[in-house]
């Protein structure tokens, strides 16, 4: 058996991982990290650390991926193989680009505060799941209903942590374990072309793309998702 500790994304727990459990093979044992009122990256990673076992494959999603670099550098040692899904590894960006992404960010925590968490979630889910699944109740109701079970504080936290996010680079370019890059084909907040830009840091790595999937991949595609990381998690380390 080997155990696979799974990273959410921004407001996110469980349950953006619960589909793919049916499709994974049946020597992997899934264990998901909780970030509680974590407000750096780091300190997500130390927590994940501290709970997960000596030795673990490593799959993150969203800001996921990026608590997935950090533990990487904390402790290459106790990780296996690493996944990241539909992330990004570049610091906030100076300047005019880098206010305007915390001003966006800030207006869906002003929304978040004065019209609940809920409310904040029927906008953010509008560019984060592929378009012609927007339809679909089943699906952008698990989504309302899992950032839901945030808090707007929370929020806050993972908001502030993700604005503060380090250059992971240097984490990309010393991978020496198997390594996947997987995102889906319509995802538009972290593209293909963002993860064609972290494969040419780690030629080795698997480069997949998800067809008809947005930002959140594994609730939309997730048997897709799922066979993607099952060829991951059996290739010879």
């Known amino acids: 058996m080997q ?31 909780d970030h509680r009122s974590a407000q750096s990256l780091q300190h997500m990673a130390h927590q994940l650390l501290q709970q997960a076992p000596p030795r673990f494959a490593l799959a993150g999603h969203s800001m996921g991926g990026r608590v997935a670099l950090e533990v990487v550098r904390l402790a290459p040692e106790r990780v296996t ?100 890059l997987q995102c889906g084909a319509q995802d538009s907040w972290a593209s293909p072309a963002q993860h064609a830009e972290m494969h040419r840091l780690v030629p080795h790595a698997v480069f997949d793309v998800i067809p008809d999937a947005g930002h959140m991949a594994p609730m939309e595609r997730p048997e897709a998702v799922a066979a993607s990381l099952t060829r991951w998690l059996q290739a010879a380390l």
């Open 81 to 180: 193989r690493l996944a990241l899904l539909d992330t990004g590894y570049l610091a906030r960006p100076a300047g005019d680009a880098g206010a305007q992404e915390a001003a966006k960010r800030h207006q869906l925590l002003a929304l978040a505060r004065t019209q609940g968490v809920r409310a904040m979630a029927q906008t953010w889910v509008q560019g984060m799941v592929h378009p012609a699944r927007l339809g679909d109740a089943a699906l952008t109701e698990a989504v309302l209903a899992m950032f839901a079970r945030k808090t707007a504080d929370v929020f806050a936290s993972q908001i502030q942590a993700l604005l503060d996010r380090p250059d992971a680079s240097d984490v990309l370019r010393g991978l020496r374990v198997p390594t996947l």
């Open 3 to 33: 155990t696979l500790v799974l990273v959410p994304g921004l407001m996110c727990d469980a349950q953006v991982w619960s589909p793919l459990f049916p499709w994974l093979p049946a020597d992997v044992t899934p264990w998901v990290a």
